[in-house]
């Protein structure tokens, strides 16, 4: 009896040993690096029986005009999308500013069109200083990427609050264009 409850004990711990060195296995997606959350700002917008060609000739129109609010660059259409770049002038409003951040802050846009409906995206908010000493990049990030020595936390919460404001225009200025007809466009003379 006492053989048998050594077998049996010596075998139980044989298995336990090999499952404790055993490898384990992952997925593809365990290994990928975690993405960052980024900030997207978007919407589906639905419109009054309107076909996807005339939204469309809408949001390349609304790419094309120039704006007196912020800068539009990069202007690029294929197939159900149009897309461009907007800037806008940034500085500290202080007379004495702790951290002097004078530049711009960029942001992708993305129109896509169907029948009946539009959807925007906003998207890669960043700020890049004039200077280059105080370039803020990306405003998803925690820690500016000039550091926090060179920027602090405050300045930084105001950064990111202009950076969404100048947003929330690009916003209101895509969805007024969106509502005009693409044959009220003024022709440009040239």
Known sequence: MKKIIQTLLLCYLVVIAADCFSQTTTTAAEDAPKKKNETKISEVV????????ELMQRAINWV???STKYGKSSGVTTGSKAECTATFP?????LNPEVDYTGKISMHIAIECKDNKYKYTISQIKHTST?????????????PECGSMAMGDIVWKKLKGEALRGAGK?????KEGMQKDSKDVEKEEW
Do not use: M
Request: net charge negative; charged share 30%.
């Open 170 to 174: 690009v916003v209101e200025d895509l």
């Open 131 to 143: 200077s280059g000493k105080t370039t803020a990049g990306s405003i998803d990030n925690k820690v």
């Open 46 to 53: 639905n419109t009054d029986s309107i076909p996807a060609s």
């Open 90 to 94: 940034v500085k500290p409003k202080e």
């Open 64 to 66: 094309k005009i120039e």
